[in-house]
């Protein structure tokens, strides 16, 4: 077996990878991590090969997208397919990707909240709270970068290793115990079946590689642009929307308000990355919600780009969030300080960003897009209503992005049972 090679490589790729550095060995295909392991699966690989001699070429699979939308970019070396689909569906609704088998990935990032968790930081499987909100995965495709805001993970497969084996926080708890990880998943036939499937081409390996590329490519399948907004705006129906959600976007996109310099483009955030737009952008910001001590000071462990850049300008700063079914993802920030859109308006952007009600005044260092603004309660209403057409109903509710299994359908019955 080449379980221990595989796993002395990866934890070096994690700790790397965690600590900010760059790497890319894992997710370049190594070939410590891609060779060996073919066992059991050769009989399955010829037979799902020679039925589908193309599958998971990007040719073969169909992007769900509206006309107008651009496809996402995906790595050469993870081509979509409905079998890495299904297989990365799976994996992420699989509590035995925790160690001890009390959360998946959905634990933390539920369909109905877009993905989110509903809770002000995350909880790990152990019990311990992390340091940051748990992100909405809504069209995670089209970013250049992932997380709050680690600038160096910039692949959905390297960001996967984080959950599974960070230690700082523990989320998953599969540090060091990779072998263990991978033979629980190789002891179910029904895995040995959908990884041959899935990666005919490398005889059904289940590896560190293989899992993280099938939930990988399940997690660009998540695409969410189905919103009456999205109806109104890009599909000429006029009646999609409310006149106070029109009102509301006139107000988003005008120059009193200034949303619309970080919270553009077609997922409402300055950071994207797709066909049409290969090179990607990337906007991190200081929107003012700390200032401890007068000079622009969030709180320890918060410090955002400035944690991996190192740079004293880059205090507070994080990446901008997608604003898509933006009202099903509450409480709201990187660290999930604001409770509701309401708050998030009058109490934060209004005034100039939350620092500038407390003692130290307004941070120093916020964007200059951020100068507060006065608005009527009327006003108030239209924005909310605006930020409440960019719900997807249907991407909420999709059979298709749902537990495969049918279980764990109640928002955070695998989180309390992880304490
Ligand atoms: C304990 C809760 C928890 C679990 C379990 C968890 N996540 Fe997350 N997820 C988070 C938090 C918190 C963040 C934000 C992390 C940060 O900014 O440092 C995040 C961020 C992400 C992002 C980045 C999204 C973006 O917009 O950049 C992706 C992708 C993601 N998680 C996928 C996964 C996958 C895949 C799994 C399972 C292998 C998983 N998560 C398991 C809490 C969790
Ligand atoms: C200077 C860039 C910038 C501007 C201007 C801006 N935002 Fe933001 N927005 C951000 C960033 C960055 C965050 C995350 C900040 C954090 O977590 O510390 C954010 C977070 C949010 C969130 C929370 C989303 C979530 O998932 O947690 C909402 C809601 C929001 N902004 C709405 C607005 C509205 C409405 C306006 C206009 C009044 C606006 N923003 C103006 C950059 C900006």
Request: charged share 20%; glycine share 12%.
């Amino acid at each position: 077996m080449s379980g221990g090679r595989q796993a002395m490589a990866s934890a070096l790729l994690v700790a790397c990878l965690l600590s900010g550095g760059a790497f890319d060995a894992l997710a370049a295909g190594a070939p410590g991590a891609a060779a060996g392991t073919t066992a059991g699966g050769g009989a399955h690989a010829a037979a799902s090969a020679s039925g589908h001699a193309a599958v998971g070429t990007p040719a073969s699979y169909r992007w769900r997208l509206p006309a107008w939308a651009p496809e996402p970019l995906v790595p050469d070396d993870n081509p979509m397919s409905e079998a890495k689909v299904a297989l990365g569906r799976a994996l992420f609704y699989d509590k035995a990707l925790s160690a001890n088998r009390t959360q998946s990935c959905a634990g933390c990032h539920e369909q109905a909240r877009g993905f989110s968790d509903g809770r002000k930081l995350a909880l790990g499987s152990t019990g311990v709270v992390g340091a940051r909100n748990a992100m909405p995965l809504a069209n995670v495709a089209y970013l250049p970068t992932l997380t709050w805001a680690n600038p160096n993970l910039t692949t959905l497969e390297q960001q996967a290793l984080v959950p599974l084996f960070g230690d700082h926080p523990v989320e998953m708890g599969m540090a060091g115990r990779e072998d263990l990880l991978l033979g629980r998943l190789k002891a179910k036939p029904s895995y040995r079946r959908q990884f041959a499937r899935a990666f005919p081409e490398r005889g059904g390996e289940i590896s560190l590689w293989s899992v993280t590329r099938a939930i990988a490519a399940y997690e660009r399948s998540l695409l969410s642009m189905n919103s009456p907004y999205d109806r109104y705006r890009y599909e000429g129906k006029g009646g999609a929307i409310s006149a106070s959600a029109k009102r509301g976007e006139t107000l988003f996109f005008g120059d009193r308000l200034e949303c619309y310099h970080c919270h553009g483009g077609l997922h409402f955030t300055d950071n994207q990355i797709h066909r049409r737009l290969p090179e990607g952008e990337t906007g991190y910001h200081n929107t003012g919600l700390y200032n401890l001590d007068g000079g622009g000071a969030y709180p320890p462990g918060q410090q955002g780009l400035r944690e991996f850049s190192g740079e004293p300008q880059d205090e507070g700063r994080f990446r901008t969030p997608s604003l898509r079914n933006v009202a099903q993802t509450a409480p709201y920030m990187h660290d999930g300080s604001v409770a509701t859109l309401d708050q998030a308006i009058r109490r934060h952007y209004a005034v100039k960003g939350r620092a500038a009600l407390g003692g130290t005044g307004a941070n120093p260092l916020r964007s200059q897009f951020i100068e507060g603004f006065e608005l009527s309660e009327q006003e108030v209403d239209d924005l909310k209503a605006f930020l409440a057409s960019l719900s997807d109903a249907e991407f909420l509710r999709a059979s298709r992005h749902a537990d495969p299994t049918g279980a764990g359908r109640k928002p955070d019955s695998s989180q309390r049972k992880g304490r």
